[in-house]
């Protein structure tokens, strides 16, 4: 069985590597600076110790425990106290507080480790025909209750965890396709590309521990989508196994034969059938890639370079916006905003409000990599040019914001992060509304949040906001203090954007999903739901 060393450690749970915040420790200057700039006294709330959790006794009858295990192996069933707590819950912000004693943990009755799609089918079967509620889990990195193990009406529920389908299936480099099994993580769907010159390049800030199954399952968004699009822009095909049998999807590059039913796979979080396979659309791995930092005067202004490139066509194939107040967190954090002497030197240059714009363009050779750059450069006006090695900065971290967030965690902070998308005419009042319905419900005790934001998927007609929130964790009520922050934030999305972009809706968008589709199209989704999952076992209380 290839299953990572730390697959079912529970720590992993309680952070992003076993270690967590050891990782990304905060230093000293960074940790001052919040505490001036928040109210933040630091204190000390690592993740709980295992034996401090409650984990209730699984309630998996025996004869389908029994059934389980003739399917998939006794050794691949897993119910030990350790095992269901390394697959309890995904890695949202009261995720990880639950782990630090802020609650009580979904823990599911046993997690099913089965080895390929038929098994999957046969599982999905036999759990169908006993009432047993499965969770569909892949890398678990769901940072909106998507794989919370949830009972609902169900006599019990697994975990049906895809870490043993991690197979590259095929390649087919003349049609530029490859078919993985839907449990390969990220980085080894691009080492297993790699062998033939290609590559997905879908890169998430999850990228070191999410899968393509459940990047197909969410809708999920890289950050070069831009230059590759989002993850569903990659999808040729899929399996499903679901409770009515095996359904494949997928035959040719475009159709007209009615709908395409792909998209009731893609996006489904798991509730219509378990992907266990997807057919992807690669591309030649790139020889040459450069990055570089600019800096614009306010978001505003910032957003509309970003328009002209993305109507133009010339975006790179990473463009990234940060807002003034990401700007000024990440350049302090990271120790790059350490003299006055560089907001002087913007001053001088006519910046206000520095927004620290990141491109990154990708060439097969160093003339077309170079090509591109002068055509976005051409669009990009008066920016202050900060070179490669800010370009290089943002690259070297990219993924590092997830043990950032251990680390500010373990010193008491709430940090949490909400995007959504809007049209282009709509971005400005929309990142207006967040900020202030943020800034209004968390603002209290001496508490003072930052609320950041970036744009880093654009697109022709509009783009995402993407939001972090800091602020010192109300000791008292720190699940309510979150809650009463995202209802706020998702009321002031409702009517000027998604509720969205690419996190899924999982239980924590759930209340708002009926004002973006409609009563009908939650009645759409709820008849396709009975077709495929007539006694409702697939990944109970999420979605509708
Ligand atoms: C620190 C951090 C950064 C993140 N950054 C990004 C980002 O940049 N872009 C982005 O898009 N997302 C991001 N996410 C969210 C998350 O990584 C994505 O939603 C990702 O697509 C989930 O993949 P996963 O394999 O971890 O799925 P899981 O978390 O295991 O599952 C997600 C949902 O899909 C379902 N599911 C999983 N696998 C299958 C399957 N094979 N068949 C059917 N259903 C399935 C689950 O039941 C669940 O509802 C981030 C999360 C974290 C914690």
Known sequence: MNVPVDHLDHRVRGGWTPSGAADAALPAHASRWLSARTGLTPV??????????????????????????????????????????????????????????AG?????????????????????????????????????????????????????????????????????????????QAGVVAPDAERMLAAHGLTLGHFPQSYERATLGGFAA????????????????????????????????????????????????????????????????????????????????????????????????????????????????????????????????????????????????????????????????????????????????????????PRQRDALMDVGMCVETLETATYWSKLGDLREAVREALLRSLTAGGRRPIVACHISHSYETGASLYFTTLVPRDPSDPVGQWRRAKEAASEAIMGLGTITHHHAVGVDHAPYLASEIGPLGVDVLRAIKAELDPSGVLNPGKLV
């Open 44 to 101: 000390d709330t690592p993740v709980a110790p295992d034996s401090g959790l409650p984990v209730p006794e699984s309630v998996l009858p025996a004869p389908v425990r029994a059934v389980l295990a003739d399917i998939v192996g006794a050794e691949h069933v897993l119910v030990e106290r350790e095992d269901r707590l390394g697959r309890s819950g995904g890695l949202s912000y009261v995720d990880l507080l639950v782990r630090r004693g």
């Open 218 to 401: 969410t809708r999920s968004s890289g950050q070069a989508s831009a230059g590759y699009g989002r993850f569903e822009d990659m999808v040729e095909g899929v399996r499903l196994a679901t409770p009515r049998g095996d359904w494949r999807l997928g035959v040719s590059p475009a159709s007209a034969a009615g709908p395409d039913l792909r998209q009731l796979a893609v996006g489904s979080e798991g509730l219509f059938g378990v992907i266990t396979e997807v057919t992807v659309r690669v591309r030649p791995a790139p020889a040459w890639e450069r990055y570089e930092g600019f800096v614009v005067d306010g978001f505003a202004a910032g957003a509309e370079v970003v328009r002209g490139l993305a109507q133009a066509g010339v975006l790179g194939t990473v463009t990234r916006l940060s807002d003034p107040q990401e700007t000024e967190v990440a350049l302090t954090l990271s120790g790059g905003w350490k003299t006055a002497a560089v907001k002087g030197y913007l001053r001088a240059r006519g910046i206000a409000e520095p927004s620290l714009l990141v491109i990154g363009w990708e060439g097969a050779t160093r003339e077309e990599m170079l090509t591109r750059r002068r055509a976005t450069l051409r669009l990009v006006d008066g920016a202050v040019r900060l070179g490669v090695r800010a370009g290089e900065t943002w690259r070297h971290g990219r993924f590092s914001g």
């Open 104 to 180: 009580e943990l979904p823990v599911p009755d046993a997690v099913v480790l089965p080895g390929d799609p038929d098994q999957v089918r046969a599982v999905v079967e036999a759990c169908a025909s006993h009432g047993v509620g499965i969770v569909p889990f892949g890398g678990g990195t769901s940072v909106v209750g998507g794989v919370s193990a949830l009972r609902g009406d169900k006599v019990a529920v697994v975990v049906l965890d895809l870490a043993r389908l991690d197979k590259l299936v095929s390649v087919d480099p003349v049609s530029r396709l490859a078919v993985f």
